[in-house]
């Protein structure tokens, strides 16, 4: 029996771990979907409807400082978030 | 999202969040980026923010408003915005607009729809800035 579920599992494993490497187009691409990506990326709770959250955000200065409110008000405000790599 | 910008920058704030990196050298870097010389190890301090924004901001002449993300990621935690995602906020400062989390969800097109059912089709020349990693080489 517990042969059986060993098996199973390890059947399992080897589906996720293709899966993954479909995904991510490698299984090195699926380590680091796992390893490096999964941690960080959260559907969030935020809706339509609900008041938009304020950060404090630098400048590309490196010195002076605004927050996301005070680009908010007049007009909508669309904002993209991202990184370079 | 630059030829969005393009289009609708007359009638909307455009807001550019950088946050922490995606496929950095040292976590899960990508092919592609070696190909285009877009190799930087994950930022450690804010001033190296800084540095890889402004790098980003000058190699393609991107044009709206930036912003960057602490290194308590406060921004970043506050929109689960890791690793790119849109939002518009209306003018009571609420979400009239939330995309879907990238890169599989990641639909610039849907901003442009809440913009255009606002304010029109809107389709200027097409952009001169080259593709980036905030969705124009994605946008349809």
């Known amino acids: 029996m517990l042969k059986w579920v060993g098996v199973v599992l390890a059947l399992l494993i080897l589906a996720a771990a293709l899966g993954l490497s479909v995904v991510a187009g490698s299984i090195r691409g699926a380590y680091g979907l796992v390893r490096y990506a999964l941690p960080h990326m959260h559907r969030g709770t935020l809706r339509v409807g609900d008041d938009a959250p304020d950060a404090s955000l630098l400048a590309l200065d490196g010195s002076s400082r605004f927050h996301i409110r005070e680009r908010t008000g007049a007009r909508p405000l669309v904002i993209v978030f991202g990184s370079y790599t | 999202?630059?030829?969005?910008?393009?289009?609708?920058?007359d009638h909307t704030e455009f807001l550019t969040v950088y946050v922490?990196?995606?496929?950095?050298?040292?976590?899960?870097?990508?092919?592609?980026?070696v190909k285009e010389d877009?190799?930087?190890?994950?930022?450690?301090?804010?001033?190296?923010?800084?540095?890889?924004?402004?790098?980003?901001?000058?190699?393609?002449?991107y044009p709206t408003q930036f912003g960057i993300d602490d290194m308590s990621n406060a921004a970043n935690d506050a929109y689960a915005a890791w690793p790119e995602?849109?939002?518009?906020?209306?003018?009571?400062g609420r979400i009239a607009y939330r995309g879907g989390m990238g890169p599989f969800n990641y639909h610039p097109e849907e901003a442009r729809a809440w913009l255009a059912a606002r304010y029109g089709e809107v389709k200027r020349e097409a952009s001169t800035v080259g593709p980036d990693k905030t969705g124009a080489k994605r946008e349809k």
Do not use: G
């Open chain 2, 1 to 9: 999202m630059v030829q969005i910008y393009k289009d609708y920058k």
């Open chain 2, 20 to 33: 922490r990196e995606a496929h950095p050298t040292d976590e899960w870097q990508m092919n592609s980026n």
């Open chain 2, 38 to 61: 877009v190799c930087y190890a994950q930022p450690k301090t804010l001033e190296q923010r800084v540095a890889i924004a402004n790098d980003f901001v000058k190699r393609f002449n």
């Open chain 2, 85 to 92: 995602r849109i939002y518009i906020i209306d003018e009571r």
